[in-house]
């Protein structure tokens, strides 16, 4: 959907002062956890943020835990699910911790559109991402203010908007059969989230767009 408007444009520009106040402060880039349920608008704001900001944007689902076979999500339980759906153990060695030093991050994603292997996995791409460093990171995905990373994040953002609102989106941009297994795993896991883990109120800042 395109960006724009005064709700868009008002995004931005708050987003814009709280890392201008940020970078006043700290001598190092600036890490923004660009966070929200599936639907809100990460993707739509993030790169918008970049251009504002001269970012460089991580994408936490080139983290997603494709090494768990399929069917093995349904086996847990979605505090389990949380804990899992992310490695964030190579997040942060492969991205984070380099470009907060200021040095180039390459990672390795898997290859979602080869489709799932025989044991129900995902293969590895067969070349790496990566980014130059910059003085402000944008962290871009749900659950990117997880506890996991709570010591590396500055500035934890709440992309926000109403329930209906998201499911619309997603219904508008994916197949039915897809969309009704990822609301079975994966609504738990944002209810509990964004209801008890990490209520709106615990955030820096809350935006809509």
């Known amino acids: 959907m395109p960006f724009e408007g005064k709700q868009a444009a008002d995004a931005v520009g708050r987003v814009s002062t709280a890392v201008g106040g940020l970078l006043a402060t700290y001598d190092r880039p600036v890490l923004v956890a660009v966070d929200g349920a599936s639907g809100a608008g990460k993707s739509t704001l ?8 001269a970012a460089v944007i991580v994408p936490l689902d080139d983290f ?5 076979p399929d069917l093995a999500w349904d086996q847990m339980s979605a505090g389990q699910r949380l804990r899992h759906v992310f490695d964030w153990e190579r997040l942060r060695q492969q991205a984070l911790l380099p470009l907060l030093s200021r040095r180039p991050a390459n990672w390795w994603t898997y290859d979602f559109t080869a489709g799932l292997q025989t044991d129900g996995t995902y293969p590895l791409g067969g070349e790496p991402k990566g ?36 499911h619309q989106r997603l219904a ?24 008890e883990l990490r209520p709106k109120a615990s955030f820096d800042l809350v935006v809509t767009v």
Do not use: K, M, T
């Open 46 to 53: 993030a790169p918008r943020l970049a251009q504002e900001l």
């Open 131 to 166: 980014c130059q460093p910059a003085n402000v990171i944008l962290l871009e995905g749900a659950y990117a203010a997880s506890a996991p990373l709570h010591d590396l994040v500055d500035l934890a953002l709440l992309v926000d908007v109403p329930v209906a609102v998201r």
């Open 64 to 68: 997603f835990s494709g090494q768990i």
């Open 172 to 195: 508008d941009r994916e197949p039915p059969d897809l969309l009704a297994r990822w609301h079975a795993l994966w609504d738990p896991v944002e209810q509990l989230y964004f209801e």
